[in-house]
Structures are given as structure tokens and as C-alpha cells.
């Protein structure tokens, strides 16, 4: 089957990919307007960073395509197993499509916010050293807190968290050892929009939660997989 191939590496690669982005990001001190704010938003790591996070956001939905492919093969295996434990398995693969649903949606709003940090904050950064008017920063804070752009974002993480608790769900439901495999990424994805108002530590840490989340699952989808 083709999605036991791909379906575990996708995970590791988005968990590696949301570790990165807080690792790569500079993070310089934004309470005040000076040249090494602009020149951490105008730099290539600033750029590298964010495209890490987008990476981690578009990977979710098809490492959980393969997922739900997995569990549904495991759905309908001949291994003796009761019709409980077969009705469980199916409740999961639903659980799972509402999740890559979920996702889909969410890491899609998400990313438009993500582009706005990448090439909206280091154009303004650029013209400000150009420039050599560190005021042009003022619009930074302009161009996060645009109301429409808020709000999508918003929405963007909170349907990733409904997505994580939808995939500890499936995996619960689907039976397998472990059968809490989903809930360390299932909190990782509910905190990813409260972590955003933390310092650099918190940020890695919740970083390092989802990478290890998305190993986890990784684990769980290849042994489910062994199995079907």
C-alpha cells in the first residue's frame, strides 16, 4: 500500500519542518524601532523560518489523507477481530476524515497569514534600511493587526486544533497500541495559537511538542499500517 510508504514520513517531515521555523526565526527585541529589528525581518533567515512553518502547515493535511487510508484498510482487514473492534476502527476513519478536513482548511488561512509575516514585514524592513528611516517600522504592527488578517489566521489555528483533537480521537477509537498516540500533537495544535504569545523558550518547547506529536503518529500510522 502506497500510503504506508509516504503517510510516516510526511509526519516526521511537518514535525520537523514546525520545529525549525521557531529554531531558524531571529528573534530580536520588537519593543523598540532600531536597524537590527529591520535587519532580522529583512534577512534570509526570517524568510527560511516562515517557510518552515508554512512547510509543517501544508504537510498536516496530506500526512492525514494517508492516515485515514491506513485506517481504513486496518477497517476492513481480516484479522479476527471483533465487530466492536471493527466498528471502532471505522469511527476512526471518520474521525480522521473531519480531521484532514479540519486541516486542510485551517493550515490554507493560516498560511496567507504566514506569507504576510514572510514578504509583507521584510518588504517594509527592506525600505526602512534603504531608506534610513527606522518610523517605516510603525507599520509593521499595522500589517499583523489587520483586522481581516487576524481573523483568518484565527480561524486558520483554531480549526488545526480541532484537527489535532480529531486525530487523537481517530487513533483512539482505531484501537492500536498506544491508543493515546494522538494526544501529545492533539495539544500541540491547540496550543499553537496561545504559544504565539510567548517569548522564544516557549515557542521552541512547543515546537519540539509537535515534532515529537508528529513522530508519535508517525510510529502509530506504521504499525497500524504492519497490521492492515
Given at each position: 500500500m502506497?500510503a504506508?510508504?509516504?503517510?510516516?514520513?510526511a509526519?516526521?517531515a511537518?514535525?520537523?519542518?514546525?520545529l525549525?521555523?521557531?529554531?531558524?526565526?531571529p528573534?530580536?527585541?520588537?519593543?523598540?524601532a532600531?536597524?537590527?529589528?529591520?535587519?532580522?525581518f529583512?534577512s534570509?533567515?526570517?524568510?527560511?523560518?516562515h517557510?518552515?512553518?508554512?512547510?509543517?502547515l501544508?504537510l498536516?493535511a496530506?500526512?492525514?489523507?494517508?492516515?485515514?487510508?491506513?485506517?481504513?484498510?486496518?477497517?476492513?482487514?481480516g484479522?479476527?477481530?471483533?465487530?466492536?473492534a471493527?466498528a471502532?476502527?471505522r469511527?476512526?476513519?471518520?474521525?480522521?476524515?473531519w480531521a484532514?478536513?479540519?486541516?486542510w482548511v485551517?493550515?490554507?488561512?493560516a498560511?496567507?497569514?504566514?506569507?504576510?509575516?514572510?514578504f509583507?514585514?521584510?518588504?517594509?524592513?527592506?525600505a526602512?534600511?534603504?531608506?534610513?528611516?527606522?518610523?517605516?517600522?510603525a507599520d509593521?504592527?499595522?500589517l499583523r493587526?489587520?483586522?481581516?488578517?487576524?481573523?483568518?489566521?484565527?480561524?486558520g489555528?483554531?480549526?488545526?486544533?480541532?484537527s489535532?483533537v480529531?486525530v487523537a480521537?481517530?487513533?483512539?477509537?482505531?484501537?492500536?497500541?498506544?491508543?493515546?498516540?494522538?494526544?501529545p500533537?492533539?495539544?500541540?495544535?491547540v496550543?499553537?495559537?496561545?504559544?504565539?504569545?510567548g517569548?522564544?523558550?516557549?515557542?521552541?518547547?512547543?515546537g519540539?511538542?509537535?515534532?515529537?506529536?508528529?513522530?508519535?503518529?508517525a510510529?502509530?500510522?506504521r504499525a497500524?499500517?504492519?497490521?492492515?
Amino acid at each position: 500500500m502506497t500510503a504506508v510508504r509516504w503517510t510516516p514520513a510526511a509526519f516526521v517531515a511537518a514535525g520537523l519542518a514546525f520545529l525549525l521555523f521557531p529554531l531558524l526565526r531571529p528573534w530580536p527585541d520588537e519593543s523598540v524601532a532600531t536597524a537590527g529589528l529591520a535587519g532580522a525581518f529583512a534577512s534570509d533567515r526570517w524568510v527560511l523560518a516562515h517557510l518552515c512553518g508554512i512547510l509543517g502547515l501544508a504537510l498536516l493535511a496530506p500526512a492525514l489523507l494517508g492516515l485515514r487510508a491506513i485506517l481504513a484498510q486496518a477497517g476492513t482487514a481480516g484479522d479476527g477481530a471483533s465487530a466492536g473492534a471493527v466498528a471502532g476502527r471505522r469511527a476512526g476513519v471518520g474521525a480522521t476524515t473531519w480531521a484532514l478536513i479540519t486541516a486542510w482548511v485551517g493550515a490554507g488561512c493560516a498560511a496567507l497569514y504566514f506569507g504576510a509575516e514572510i514578504f509583507g514585514l521584510r518588504t517594509i524592513a527592506e525600505a526602512a534600511l534603504r531608506e534610513d528611516d527606522l518610523g517605516l517600522l510603525a507599520d509593521v504592527e499595522v500589517l499583523r493587526m489587520q483586522p481581516g488578517a487576524v481573523a483568518l489566521f484565527g480561524v486558520g489555528l483554531l480549526l488545526l486544533a480541532v484537527s489535532g483533537v480529531l486525530v487523537a480521537v481517530a487513533l483512539w477509537r482505531a484501537g492500536g497500541r498506544p491508543r493515546w498516540a494522538g494526544v501529545p500533537l492533539a495539544v500541540g495544535l491547540v496550543l499553537l495559537l496561545p504559544q504565539f504569545f510567548g517569548g522564544p523558550g516557549l515557542r521552541i518547547t512547543h515546537g519540539l511538542l509537535v515534532a515529537a506529536g508528529c513522530l508519535l503518529v508517525a510510529a502509530a500510522a506504521r504499525a497500524r499500517a504492519g497490521r492492515a
